[in-house]
């Protein structure tokens, strides 16, 4: 076979001039596109077994470029550029025919590797051809991508515990049966979430969506629309028809993550749709036929919100056919050692530094440590290490651990959880001039859930103008 010829689409120049540079040292046939039409004009004019392809593009994004090229193009083979956070349209884009992916930062090595696999996997499809056995080629071709997927699953979930192997093996368990409701419970920055993922693409229902949606980020004038749809006029600003999550998570699993932040009223259509699995969009007559499984999640203690009433017992039951609790990190300390060399390797990768080595001191000592922000604070903490480090191996002082021994406490100090908590939420707003995902990032919790106590402590979002 010639020299493979190779296109690489990108709207980031410094990324083409990476990879192309690194494809033409290896003498591969390279021709570089800085935006899809320039790469279709390419494609007409010149021969291209593989395109490579970023996912994000202002003009058209990658997932059309690939639709496109499926139908007119389908003997190219195309690998696709992910960044972080692209999990979901990594596997749509699989889903619709990608061969393979490169994630955010990648080595001349993962080009390589990226690039020998699809090159084999040409070579195996040529073969094939003159024999017509098309078919298998198509298994091939799954396996390869669910192997993959599979891989990457296990390799970013992270626990030797036997509390954490346990979790898991429940999750995998309950895998199995493609339908039973699951809630899982946790202290924040816990993994709920990776566990709901871990279950999803476990499951038979895999090679549909994974659709996680948030009561708590969604405005409450919205909710009702976003979960079940509207039809065009519906209501002022319905401008046009819009699906609900119910639909678009068709056939996949539908993640109810903040479970416990959901209206009342809400609730209870939340419960006719489930129990009758139909769902009619907002000012719309037809009911539409729904096959979804309901993973949700929540942080709080649901039993409690159920015995004063703030949420329906019978929906409680209809969504908690399994109940998987995820413990904190304090109590499973034997974790905390890999997740550091975890994170340690995936940060020092990112930011293109050698990976560092931890003083045994500091494993110490975080051992000891409550962590009330779970693995996501510890996740934090060893990326600021890595930012703050003042010498070639991360000791205590690049770990801020933050730990006021009860003596040196401030006069005026209060013991009260919550003000602190209140305390601690305004001192971060400040400090970061009212940036939400700055101030959620100090404080070691998501977003989400800065912004659910910023609703509930009725706290200011914005500046007093002075
Ligand atoms: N076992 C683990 N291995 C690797 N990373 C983990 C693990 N558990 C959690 N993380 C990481 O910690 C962060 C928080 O995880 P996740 O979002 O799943 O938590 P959560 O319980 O949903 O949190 P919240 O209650 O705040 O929504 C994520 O960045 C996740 O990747
Ligand atoms: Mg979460």
């Known amino acids: 076979m010639d020299a493979l010829s190779v296109l690489v689409l990108d709207d980031e120049k410094k990324i083409i001039d990476q990879i192309a540079g690194f494809l033409q040292k290896k003498k591969y046939q390279t021709f570089s596109a800085s935006s899809p039409q320039e790469a279709f004009a390419i494609m007409e004019g010149q021969h291209i077994d593989i395109l490579i392809s970023d996912i994000m593009m202002p003009e058209m994004n990658g997932l059309e470029v690939l639709q496109k090229i499926k139908a007119e193009k389908p003997s190219i083979e195309v690998i696709m550029i992910s960044g972080h956070g692209d999990m979901d349209s ?23 590797l ?27 071709r799954n396996s390869l991508i669910s192997r993959e997927l599979e891989n990457l699953i296990e390799k970013e979930f992270i626990g030797s515990s036997k509390a954490i192997r346990n979790v898991l093996d429940l999750a995998l368990k309950a895998a ?15 993994g709920k979430e990776i566990i709901a993922r871990i279950i999803h693409y476990a499951s038979t229902r895999k090679e549909f969506p994974f659709y996680p949606i948030n009561s708590s980020a969604v405005p409450e004038t919205l909710l009702e629309s976003e979960f079940f749809g509207h039809v065009k006029g519906a209501f002022t600003g319905a401008d046009k028809n819009k699906h609900g999550c119910f639909v678009l998570a068709e056939g996949g699993t539908l993640f109810l993550d903040e479970i416990a932040d959901m209206p009342v009223n809400l609730q209870a259509k939340l419960l006719r749709v489930l129990e009758e699995k139909k769902v009619k969009q907002i000012g719309g007559n037809r009911e539409i036929a729904v096959d979804v499984r309901i993973i949700s999640a929540t942080n709080c203690n649901i039993d409690d919100l159920v015995r004063e009433k703030k949420f329906r017992l019978d929906l409680f039951h209809r969504i908690n056919t399994l109940k998987i609790d995820v413990p904190p990190l304090r109590e499973r300390s034997e974790d905390i050692e890999p997740l550091i060399s975890y994170f340690l390797q995936y940060f020092s990768r990112k930011k293109n530094l050698p990976v560092l080595r931890v003083d045994k001191n500091v494993i110490t000592e975080l051992k000891k440590y409550p962590f009330p922000g779970n693995v996501r604070e510890l996740r934090n903490m060893v990326e600021r290490a890595l930012i703050l480090r003042s010498g070639e191996t991360l000791d205590l002082k690049d770990f801020n651990l933050n730990r006021l021994p009860l003596s040196d406490m401030p006069v005026g100090f209060s013991y009260n959880l919550e003000k602190q908590e209140i305390e601690t939420i305004k001192k971060a707003l400040l400090k970061t001039d009212y940036n939400q995902s700055q101030a959620a990032r100090l404080l070691g919790v998501s977003k989400d859930a ?3 106590r910023i609703k509930k402590y009725h706290l200011e979002i914005r500046k007093e103008l002075t």
Do not use: C, W
């Open 176 to 190: 199995e049966d493609k339908d039973i409701s699951i809630m899982i419970t946790g202290e924040n920055g816990t």
């Open 90 to 112: 990594v596997i749509e884009a699989m889903r619709r025919g990608a061969v393979d992916y490169l994630r955010k930062p990648f080595g001349p090595l993962d080009i390589q």
């Open 114 to 140: 990226a690039i020998e696999r699809t090159g084999k996997y040409l070579n195996l499809q040529n073969t094939l051809k003159r024999t017509q056995d098309r078919l298998h080629i198509l298994e091939n």
């Open 450 to 452: 800065l912004f659910r």
